[in-house]
């Protein structure tokens, strides 16, 4: 078996503690984007995970929007949710709150907890792939599992 990055481990590490039993790939190549992750599986792009963060605009709180990769989330739709607006995390944030860089931000495993939201699309597939903390890296996985790792809220986000 090879030997996962450091980031990818964590999140292997993660999913095995939680008595996940999915697996960890590191794919050559990238998976950073939406298209470049479906390319890379063989997938549709609806069936990539992106994991968006965001913060909130005046308590400053990570917000994890959990997005199908075919899908542009609608800010101030999860402002509503939350009762208060959002605006984009910067890089140094996202690393901050979650403990990985953007373009490898997976749904679970955070440094921090997020308040996270769940694109209701991704419940129409069988199987969807996450990243798994860099920008080669990602596991497979049910939008029944994908609830039930992160507890999050599933609601529409376009």
């Known amino acids: 078996m090879e030997q ?8 292997q590490e993660f999913l095995v503690n939680l ?4 697996k960890v790939v590191e794919l050559p190549g990238s998976t950073r984007t939406a298209v470049e992750a479906a390319t890379a599986i063989g997938c549709d792009v609806a069936q990539i995970v992106k994991s968006l963060v965001f913060m909130c605009a005046d308590t400053k709180e990570p917000v994890l929007v959990v997005a199908s990769g075919s ?19 910067s890089a140094e944030f996202v ?5 990985y860089g953007i373009g490898g931000v997976p749904p679970v495993g955070h440094a921090n907890r997020l ?3 769940i694109d209701e699309d991704l419940l129409k597939h069988p199987e969807i792939w ?8 990602v596991f497979p996985l ?4 994908l609830v039930e790792l992160t507890g999050g809220r599933v609601v529409s986000i376009k």
């Open 130 to 137: 996450a990243a798994a903390g860099t920008p080669h890296a």
């Open 142 to 145: 049910t939008p029944t599992n």
């Open 71 to 89: 899908n542009r989330v609608n800010e101030r739709m999860i402002g509503d949710y939350l009762g208060e607006s959002i605006v984009k995390a």
């Open 19 to 22: 008595g996940f039993d999915r």
């Open 95 to 99: 690393r901050q709150k979650t403990g």
């Open 115 to 117: 308040v996270t939201f």
């Open 4 to 11: 996962l990055s450091s980031s990818a481990n964590k999140v």
